[in-house]
Nanobody, 123 residues
Framework: QAQLVESGGGSVQAGGSLRLSCAAPGLTYKVYCMGWFRQAPGKEREGVAGIGSDGSYSYADSVKGRFTISRDNAKNTLYLQMNSLSPDDTAMYYC?????????????????WGQGTQVTVSS
């Protein structure tokens, strides 16, 4: 069964940076979309950034200009560079993968999910 394993979360002060990684070694089919999602306590899971295997990407408005998503297709590995973090970015961050193209920020369309990594930003 495919597994996605996130790493890189932690605690940081406002204005700081973190880099999340997501390894997906168990995925044997071609993965089209990979994405980062987050969920804060009491809130719905929201799309943060998504990237297609062709390099096309999309970001939530709240992170544009601060976060950068990238992927290594050969390794099925996904990254999220997060800069200028604010307390509003505090959440559990999940990576996900799906074989179909399009709508890479829509959580309901994803087949595989990681367990999540916590990001906490203090003011």
């Amino acid at each position: 069964q495919a597994q996605l394993v996130e790493s890189g979360g932690g605690s940081v002060q406002a204005g700081g940076s973190l880099r999340l990684s997501c390894a997906a070694p168990g995925l044997t089919y071609k993965v089209y979309c990979m994405g980062w999602f987050r969920q804060a306590p009491g809130k719905e899971r929201e799309g943060v950034a998504g990237i297609g295997s062709d390099g096309s990407y999309s970001y939530a408005d709240s992170v544009k200009g601060r976060f950068t998503i990238s992927r290594d297709n050969a390794k099925n590995t996904l990254y999220l560079q997060m800069n200028s973090l604010s307390p509003d970015d505090t959440a559990m961050y999940y990576c996900a993968a799906k074989p179909r193209a399009g709508l890479c920020l829509r959580a309901s369309l994803y087949n595989y999910w990681g367990q999540g990594t916590q990001v906490t930003v203090s003011s």
